[in-house]
């Protein structure tokens, strides 16, 4: 559940820029090379503060519009966040780092034990991308129409364990943390922009929204309304 929640409340360093020097790289700290405002970035922040990891991974916020030479020349050459520096190498891909952070940091566990729930689990992470890509393409056409039957899959998902409001029943997992920075935005901007409420008979992704914001440690990596909508616009309607 949600109070096994391990994150404190955080003073953000300010994002560097393409004039920021470079922090050093393989002294020993591990880094988490992040984007304020990236959904996929945003994951692995998730996982982070709930683990009780505040301390133990540092963030390097960089403004992706820009970014520092040195981060594709020296750091990261696919040239994308989040990405991971730890035991001496560079890892990226947020489905594949939250799981590291699973597997090898401490903290309270953020996957099932149950085979049944842990199956679960695998089905609903492989649908992230498909979900995703569905929501952004109805952006252009006929949002509820398009975009729909999307929702319907995770209103359908929270049916399925019924021993808690989370995607697997009452333990907060990886598949919340993997969906919530994206039903965040599209959640925002299909409201604002096109009128359309995506929690409308949807009443489990509705208890699922109020539960996970609940957890502090989504609270606190939550993005501006404001600038989201703004950066959408500009992104997908111009």
């Not at 992230?128 to 056409?141: H, I």
Request: hydrophobic letters at 40%; a negative charge.
């Amino acid at each position: 559940m949600g109070s096994l929640d391990k994150s404190v409340p955080e003073k953000l360093a300010p994002p560097l820029d393409a004039t920021a020097e470079q922090p050093p790289l393989f002294d020993g700290t591990t880094k988490l090379y992040t984007c304020y405002t990236c959904p996929f970035a945003q994951r692995v922040w998730i996982t982070r503060n709930f683990k009780g990891l505040q301390d133990e991974i540092k963030l390097v916020p960089l403004i992706l519009q820009n970014r520092p030479a040195w981060y594709p020349e020296k750091v990261y050459p696919p040239n994308k966040v989040p990405s991971l520096e730890h035991n001496g190498k560079i890892t990226g891909e947020s489905l594949d780092l939250i799981r590291y952070l699973e597997s090898n940091f401490q903290g309270p566990s953020l996957l099932p034990k149950d085979p049944a729930k842990k199956e679960f689990a695998e089905e609903l992470l492989s649908y992230t991308d498909k979900f995703n890509g569905t929501v952004f393409a109805a952006f252009k056409g006929d949002q509820a129409k398009e975009a729909g039957p999307a929702f319907d899959h995770l209103e359908n998902a929270l049916h399925k364990f019924d021993d808690g409001p989370f995607f697997l029943g009452n333990e907060f997992s990886l598949v919340d943390i993997a969906y919530i920075p994206f039903v965040e935005r599209f959640s925002i901007f299909l409201a604002e922009v096109f009128k359309y409420d995506i929690t409308a008979g949807r009443q489990k992704l509705a208890a699922w929204i109020e539960e996970v914001n609940k957890i502090g440690a989504y609270k606190q990596t939550k993005t501006d309304p404001k600038e989201l909508v703004e950066f959408y616009k500009k992104r997908f309607l111009a």
